[in-house]
């Protein structure tokens, strides 16, 4: 065992698995060793790192992590893929390369982020598996990608117990089929990524509220009971049926937490979301543990035959930590190849026209992987703190990923220029979650996956998005 900065190292089963300070190792059955944060109170979540490995038996990387997200989909709860991307890892000889895949689900009670690393080493198949809450993801997450880092493997280590092939060649029977124009942009295999955006379609929440029910149980963020003239409306029906209010017109325990993000509000959020067939809004409200969440149709909806009234909004309460994703499941966040080129700028006019219509016509400058940005399905979005003013916009491509919006500074004769700038789908994830948590935290916003975004203009301005009070 080695220590270095508070995180020591211990050699096992051809490992050299770094250990934070007070983490408990344990070297489990199995092809199998876990580091778990020190015991945490009842009812949080405890996070932790497992990494498995086993014989590669020749099947290749790709088919191993296709084979990896398949069975995500069909056995974690309420899940969202969000990202699937090439990350190097160390092998016994040297860098190799490997995918990370990052996902939420729901385990138990918990809303869980989960960042799986997948790669070769050798003969063997190696799987790191970090898993923390989204409220935990400002301390764990650049922890995780540390210790992945300084995770080495040593030559001539324990291959493991082989595993079936029958159930890889269930699971993922063949190999992936490439992304083509990703795989020739990026000069490596590149799988095609597409039909997961396909697989997750927004599942609309069961529960829909006119909205001047909505407003009559917002009056109720002040007391417990309707008053007698609130009562004479088709809205207490609504309300009662729905489980909110008692025969009495009084809140019921479900109503109670309904009215909770309300009456202990610690931040609020607007969602915004268009494209050349409509828009949508969704509105987010957290406090006392709780969220809610009211929001128009998605655009990433699936297409179901329920019958959604002009002044129906889809309602859902929450724990706080579970708001990322409902936001993420709304904005039909989910893995894409995001190829690095320069930020495409454009008139207010060229970006109009092309949210209007998927044919307008493409500056001449741009390059394969801007035109690749270009001729995929736009949705812009933009989330928006209603407290403080701060806010982020985004672009969704498609297969293409998203792009940073935002405004330009002008230039000598130019008024109105936009900027695209390619992001990675974990990143715009990371920015929501960091942009969330430090409202309701009220702590300065710092967002190291974003390039540039730390970066304070010469004249002492806060950075276009960063939440204004905490930087004045």
Not at 408 to 427: C, K, N, Y
Request: with cysteine.
């Amino acid at each position: 065992m080695t220590n270095a900065a508070g995180i020591s190292y211990e050699r096992l089963r051809g490992f050299r698995v770094p250990r934070p300070g007070g983490w408990e190792l344990a070297e489990c059955p199995g092809n199998m060793i876990a580091v778990a944060h020190p015991p945490v109170p009842s009812g949080i979540f405890r996070p932790n790192m497992v990494l498995r490995w086993a014989p590669a038996n020749g099947i290749s990387l790709t088919r191993y992590a296709t084979a990896a997200l398949a069975s995500t989909m069909q056995t974690a709860q309420q899940v969202r893929i969000i990202a699937h991307e090439a990350w190097p890892m160390n092998g016994p000889e040297g860098p190799v390369s490997g995918r990370r895949q990052r996902f939420v689900h729901q385990m138990d009670q918990h809303p869980v982020c989960v960042d799986r690393w997948l790669w070769i080493a050798g003969n063997r198949i190696c799987e790191a598996t970090a898993s923390y809450t989204a409220d935990q993801l400002v301390g764990m997450k650049l922890l995780f990608e540390q210790m992945i880092k300084d995770l080495k493997i040593e030559a001539g280590g324990d291959v493991g117990e082989s595993q079936e092939r029958s159930l890889m060649d269930t699971i993922a029977p063949t190999e992936p089929r490439l992304d083509l124009q990703a795989t020739r942009l990026a000069g490596e295999d590149r799988e095609d990524l597409a039909v997961l955006a396909a697989a997750q379609p927004y599942r609309e929440p069961p529960l829909l509220l006119p909205i001047p029910a909505l407003e009559l149980m917002d009056s109720l963020a002040e007391r417990n009971r309707l008053g007698r003239f609130q009562r004479k409306g088709p809205e207490l029906a609504v309300l009662q049926n729905a489980g909110l209010l008692d025969a009495d017109s009084s809140l019921t325990q479900a109503g109670t937490g309904f009215v909770a993000p309300l009456r202990s509000s610690d931040a609020a959020f607007s969602v915004t979301a268009a494209d050349a067939q409509g828009g949508a809004i969704l509105q987010a409200w957290i406090g006392g543990g709780l969220g809610r969440v009211t929001a128009e149709p998605s655009r990433f909806s699936a297409s179901s035959g329920r019958v959604q009234g002009p002044d129906d909004l889809a309602v859902q309460v929450l724990q706080a930590n579970a708001v990322p994703q409902a936001i993420a499941d709304w904005l039909g966040f989910s893995p894409a190849w995001s190829i690095a080129h320069e930020p495409v700028v454009l008139t207010t006019d060229q970006y109009e026209a092309r949210m209007k219509s998927q044919e307008a016509e493409a500056p001449e400058s741009l390059g394969e992987a801007a035109k690749r940005m270009w001729e995929q399905r736009w949705t812009e979005w933009e989330i928006v703190e209603e407290w403080t003013g701060g806010w982020f916009a985004f672009v969704n491509a498609g297969r293409a990923g998203h792009y940073r919006l935002g405004p330009v500074d002008e230039r000598p004769g130019e008024a109105g220029l936009l900027m695209l700038e390619p992001v990675s789908s974990a990143a715009v994830w990371d920015t929501l979650v960091r942009f969330i948590h430090a409202a309701v935290e009220g702590t300065p916003l710092w967002i190291p996956e974003l390039p540039g975004f730390d970066d304070r203009p010469a004249d002492g301005r806060a950075p276009e998005g960063k939440v204004w009070e905490a930087y004045g």
